[in-house]
């Protein structure tokens, strides 16, 4: 057993949860940036938006998370 920052950790289980959290994020990224990159203005727009989607809506949810635990 190895350790990974301050936790003691298997190195198979750091590498496993590395990878599966490694392929979901590169396969939006290849996939926006290609749509972005093919050349159709539309395609394009629709990768910009669903990007700014996946990265603006767990913001916002931990916003309004925040901000309805500050009213409690």
């Known amino acids: ?39 159709d203005l539309r395609r394009a727009t629709w990768a910009v938006l669903g990007l700014g989607l996946v990265t603006g809506l767990p913001l916002l949810w931990i916003a309004t998370r925040r901000k ?3 009213e409690f």
């Open 1 to 39: 057993m190895d350790w990974a920052g301050l936790s003691r950790l298997h190195t198979w289980r750091f590498a496993l949860e590395t990878l599966a959290g490694i392929i979901p994020a590169s396969f939006v990224i290849a996939h926006f940036g290609g749509e972005a990159g093919s050349g």
């Open 68 to 70: 309805t635990q500050k």
